[in-house]
């Protein structure tokens, strides 16, 4: 993967690993902003599929997580 992948996949994980935890931790103002947030979950979900290769059956939020833990330069060896 070119470094401009790679930092796009990172971004990506960050802006993912953000909407997932502010969704479980609550942090919206009514189920129109709910809404709102698993939308724009969804769409970083889909081009994290397209990017990686990986499933729905796979832990999006896991593997996000364990990206997000590493070096940039190490992220995808």
Sequence with gaps: MDAETTARLRTLAEE?????????????????????????????????????GMTRRDDMYRYCGELLTKPASRSLR
């Design 16 to 52: 993912y690993v953000t909407l997932v935890e502010m969704m479980r931790g609550g942090q919206y103002a009514d189920s129109d902003e709910w809404q709102q947030l698993s939308s724009a979950c969804m769409l970083v979900h889909d081009e994290l599929l397209r990017l990686t």
